[in-house]
């Protein structure tokens, strides 16, 4: 199994920026693409941006620009970075990440609040 841990969430002010991360554990030998996700209240949950094993990425249209997806596979840990942060970037994000088996694993996720 793949256990994933979020940090790097909190209050923050519009325009500065912040870092998450997500490190795995357990079977990582068996992911294969990562990704972030994140939930507004009362929005479902929406993709934001995906990382191959290979670090091949593909970001959502809302995401491309200030959003930057990265990964070290050596230490078992994915990023996101956003930067120019607005209002609407409130959200809890969670870290996702798919095995070369078909199964997927969720993180608990992190909150990231944008204040004025």
């Known amino acids: 199994q793949v256990q994933l841990v979020e940090s790097g969430g909190g209050l923050v002010q519009a325009g500065g920026s912040v870092r998450l991360s997500c490190e795995a554990s357990?079977?990582?030998?068996?992911?294969?693409?990562m990704g972030w996700y994140r939930q507004a209240p009362g929005l479902q949950r929406e993709l934001v941006a995906t990382i191959s094993r290979s670090g091949s990425t593909n970001y959502a249209d809302s995401a491309k620009g200030r959003f930057t997806i990265s990964r070290d596979n050596a230490k078992n840990t994915m990023y996101l970075e956003i930067n120019s942060l607005k209002y609407e970037d409130t959200a809890v994000y969670y870290c996702w990440a798919g095995t070369f088996f078909g199964t997927q694993a969720w993180g608990q996720g992190t909150q990231v609040t944008v204040s004025s």
């Open positions: 357990g079977s990582t030998f068996r992911i294969n693409a």
